[in-house]
């Protein structure tokens, strides 16, 4: 039996999230190179508002996929692709080259700092549904904001300056749009607001020595699938300026035939999406269990049926 695995992006991490870091990192005896990158994770005092400043985020939720992911990897038969939606597509390339814990915490966590220091302004992402292409197209040019991601012909993330966000929102509201959204994302990712960030990422990337893929990386960047390291790592960067394709992303993964997609998260979003698309697909997400015991029990059946 094969799977798609599928690493989500920022804005629906929680408190849970970090108790369940803490418990694997010890684990996995990586709580030393949490603290010394993380420490705010160990405050006392955290709170739910805290997890959502773009510096600690990234860091914060690449640990959790990575973690995650070394607990889940060995009880998975054939893994034919990784995916990953926006800060999710770094940990599928650090997974997928099974580089270090502390490097692969160094490049979130860089990636992290640059992206906030691109968009010092007040800024963020907003999402929108009920609206085609075309016509949220307009409105963008007037109210100077960019597309950031597209999910579907219906559905996407927009971002911009915090003023021109609200503008677009009273526009959208006027012309009936079906559901307008702030997201918990303190930056606008995938647009030229992220200009700045580039070069020194790239400088970042290309002063890092990756592994080979592992396993193949179907990217947002137009649904691709990358086989060769060097690729995944330049539509990383170009990510960061300009727009994912998301919807052209899951269709690539549908057109792989996976046996079971497993979004490793935080959060079930991706899977909603995909099952959204395709209602026959096995799909599930970590967060849809209480907990891991449970998981690796649906992994066990679902791989026993198979025989």
């Known amino acids: 039996m094969n799977f798609a695995i599928l690493f989500s992006g920022q804005g629906v991490q929680n408190l849970a999230h970090v108790q369940q870091l803490k418990d694997l990192a ?36 690449f640990a959790l996929q990575w973690c995650r992911w070394q607990k889940l990897k060995h009880k998975l038969d054939e893994i034919i692709s990784f995916s990953g939606y926006s800060l999710g597509e770094l940990s599928a390339l650090i997974c997928s080259t ?9 490049l979130a966590r860089q990636r992290g700092m640059l992206m906030s220091e691109a968009g010092q302004e007040s800024s963020g992402l907003l999402a929108v549904q009920g609206i085609n292409w075309n016509g949220l197209e307009l409105l963008l040019a007037k109210t100077a904001t960019e597309l950031s991601i597209k999910i579907s012909d219906s559905h996407f993330i927009v971002g911009g300056l915090e003023a021109n966000l609200q503008q677009l929102t009273q526009q959208l509201e006027q012309v009936g749009t079906h559901s307008v959204k702030r997201l918990n ?32 990386i179907i990217s947002g960047s ?29 269709t690539a993964i549908q057109e792989n035939q996976p046996d079971i997609v497993l979004e ?23 967060d849809d269990f209480k907990t891991f015991q449970g998981l690796e029990l649906w992994i066990e059946k679902q791989q026993n049926i198979d025989c």
């Not at 099974?98 to 160094?106: A, C, K, P, T, V």
């Not at 691709?224 to 899951?250: F, G, P, R």
């Open 98 to 106: 099974e580089i270090s814990f502390e490097q692969g915490l160094y």
């Open 26 to 61: 010890t684990e996995l005896n990586v709580t030393s190179q949490l603290t010394q990158c993380l420490p705010t994770l160990f405050n006392p005092n955290l709170s739910e508002a805290d997890l959502y400043s773009n510096d600690f985020a990234q860091p914060f939720i």
């Open 264 to 286: 490793i998260g935080p959060g079930n979003a991706l899977s909603k999406m995909l099952l959204e698309r395709s209602p026959h697909l096995n799909v599930r997400a970590v």
């Open 185 to 216: 994302v303190s930056i606008p990712s995938h647009t030229s607001l992220m200009n700045c960030a580039v070069a020194p990422y790239r400088q970042v990337l290309q002063q890092h020595q990756f592994n080979r893929l592992e396993v193949a």
């Open 222 to 250: 137009g649904g691709h699938k990358y086989y060769k390291t060097s690729d995944a790592v330049e539509a990383l960067i170009d990510q960061m300026n300009h727009a994912i394709d998301w919807d052209s992303c899951l």
